[in-house]
Nanobody, 122 residues
Framework: QVQLVESGGGLVQPGGSLRLSCVAS????????MGWYRQAPGAQRELVARITSGGSTNYADSVKGRFTISRDDAENTVYLQMNSLNVEDTAEYYC????????????????WGPGTQVTVSS
């Protein structure tokens, strides 16, 4: 009933930029926090950035100053602008949302997108 779909991944050279988008659709009543996580091969999934419904943000130390998260509540969309990419940013990037759906108005649940691959390579 609720679906998150990412887009914008791809192959980019070191120093380049990419912009990821994630659209949440379905029986959404309200969205609390939206964010981006990533998982490199052999590593655990880690938080990249997240943004609350009030607009507060926090970032992983490794991306501060290079990545910017933003959201469009009218479109139920979260973005991740990634600049100055380096090879260590190579990973599968997952969109996350903590939201209330019409199927259960009493609780906010976690939803995840299927992921989009970002590869930084020369």
């Amino acid at each position: 009933q609720v679906q998150l779909v990412e887009s914008g991944g791809g192959l980019v050279q070191p120093g380049g930029s990419l912009r990821l988008s994630c659209v949440a659709s379905g029986s959404i009543v309200s969205i609390n926090t939206m964010g981006w996580y990533r998982q490199a091969p052999g590593a655990q999934r880690e938080l990249v950035a997240r943004i609350t419904s009030g607009g507060s943000t926090n970032y992983a130390d490794s991306v501060k100053g290079r990545f910017t998260i933003s959201r469009d509540d009218a479109e139920n969309t979260v973005y991740l602008q990634m600049n100055s990419l380096n090879v260590e940013d190579t990973a599968e990037y997952y969109c996350h949302a903590l939201l209330v759906s019409s199927s259960d108005l009493s609780w906010a649940y976690d939803y995840w997108g299927p992921g989009t691959q970002v590869t930084v390579s020369s």
